[in-house]
């Protein structure tokens, strides 16, 4: 069992920045930040895999997001920058022991947190 717990959501103005958080309870395979708008589907924006290092982003967020991990605290960090309205959601972290497929894929992850809501208004 994997437990998530994500901090660091808010409203901001357009153009600034926020961080977020996920700590672990213990390390994983990976971990993965998703995010909703309500009425779309959930959206994998960025990933940290952890052997070897290697992260990727969609392509909404490559530029402006950077996803980090603190490996003595098994906890990993979104920093978002340039944010913009269309950035609000709900933001979720997401975890799994082994591979299951793409990670982007929601439907691959069997642990999550409870999500924060990061609101942008212009």
């Known amino acids: 069992q994997v437990r998530l717990v994500e901090s660091g959501g808010g409203s901001v103005q357009a153009g600034t920045s926020l961080r977020l958080s996920c700590a672990a309870s213990r390390s994983t395979y990976d971990v993965t930040w998703f995010r909703q708008a309500p009425g779309k589907e959930r959206e994998g924006i960025a990933t940290?895999?952890?052997?070897?290092?290697?992260?990727y982003y969609a392509d909404s967020v490559r530029g402006r997001f950077t996803i980090s991990r603190d490996n003595a605290n098994n906890t990993v960090y979104l920093q978002m920058n340039n944010l913009q309205p269309e950035d609000t959601a709900t933001y979720y972290c997401?975890?799994?022991?082994?591979?299951?497929?793409?990670?982007?894929?929601?439907?691959?992850?069997?642990?999550w947190g409870q999500g924060t809501q990061v609101t942008v208004s212009s």
């Open positions: 940290f895999y952890s052997s070897p290092i290697t992260t």
């Open positions: 997401a975890a799994r022991l082994s591979y299951t497929g793409p990670w982007n894929i929601p439907e691959g992850f069997p642990y």
